[in-house]
Structures are given as structure tokens and as C-alpha cells.
């Protein structure tokens, strides 16, 4: 219902678990579904369901205080997790222009760089609705679903 509605009561909190204080980072941010920290550790990547973007909050540096457009995606993302080589991976629930009939699979996540481009695509059964997908160094991407009652485990083709 708030991808329907383009509600932009979303919130990016900092709790400080030492003191129990939370701050305020970004109000107003339609439906936000997961957030990494970059490799450098300056910005924090937000993935924003609704409008089917991954934004960037700056937590150090000249631009802290500051967020931005990182990534327009091909779908609805949910989770964002590094990669490992200074990008991330988003699982994707759905593509933006999904067509009901036709194709057997779907785009379920894609890999984005640091600049925001899109550098892979995973693609997969239309069954598969994937809330979270991670990549470890073995070369093993293990997705997740809320709808699955399992972890899927890909091994990587390098």
C-alpha cells in the first residue's frame, strides 16, 4: 500500500546504543527498506522502495548532513548489502514494468558501483521474490525471502 500511495513519512535514525540517544539523519523518504555503510564509512546507502532508488546519506566529509540521488533501479528494492568491492547488492521484489504474462523470469537483484551504475543483473524465476540477497568472498550469493521457507545459495561464475 505505500509504494501505492508515494508516502514519504520515512525516517533514517542514528541510535547510540552507549547513550540511548537517537538522532534524526533524513525525514521524509518514501517507504525506506534497508541501508548499508559504504566501504570508506562517509555515506550511508538507503534503499527507497517507493520510487525505486537507492539514495546517499553523507555522515562525514564536506557533505554530512546531506542526502542524495545514488541509484535509479530497474525494480522495487528490498535490502541493500555491500558487495565487497566498494558497490552493493539490492535484492529487487519486483521490477518497475513487470508484465504479468510473457517472460518466465525477472530481474531478483542487481549489483551497483560506488557511482551508482548498474553493473549486473541476477535474473531468475518469477516465483522468486527476494528481500535480500548477499555476496560472500567465497563466491557464494545467498538470497532470501519472506515468502520462501528456505536460503537460496548461488555459486558465482567468476
Known amino acids: 500500500m505505500v509504494t501505492r500511495t508515494g508516502d514519504s513519512t520515512g525516517r533514517l535514525m542514528r541510535y547510540d546504543p552507549r547513550t540511548s540517544d537517537v538522532t534524526l539523519l533524513q525525514g521524509d523518504i518514501t517507504y525506506p527498506n534497508g541501508v548499508s555503510m559504504s566501504a570508506d564509512r562517509t555515506h550511508l546507502v538507503v534503499a527507497s522502495t517507493g520510487p525505486c532508488k537507492l539514495l ?3 555522515i562525514k566529509g564536506p557533505e554530512a548532513g ?3 540521488p545514488l541509484a535509479d533501479l530497474p525494480g522495487y528494492p528490498d535490502n541493500v548489502r555491500p558487495d ?3 558497490g552493493y547488492w539490492v535484492a529487487l521484489h519486483r521490477e518497475k514494468n513487470e508484465m504479468p504474462f510473457g517472460r518466465d523470469s525477472h530481474l531478483l537483484a542487481v549489483r551497483v558501483g560506488a557511482n551508482g551504475k548498474v553493473l549486473e543483473e541476477m535474473k ?3 516465483s522468486v521474490r527476494p528481500t535480500e540477497i548477499i555476496e560472500r568472498p567465497n ?3 545467498y538470497m532470501g525471502s519472506v515468502e520462501l521457507p528456505y536460503v537460496s545459495v548461488v555459486k558465482r561464475n567468476k
Open 124 to 126: 531468475g524465476p518469477k
Open 66 to 68: 546531506r542526502t542524495e
Open 56 to 58: 546517499r546519506h553523507w
Open 139 to 141: 563466491g557464494k550469493m
Open 84 to 86: 565487497g568491492r566498494g
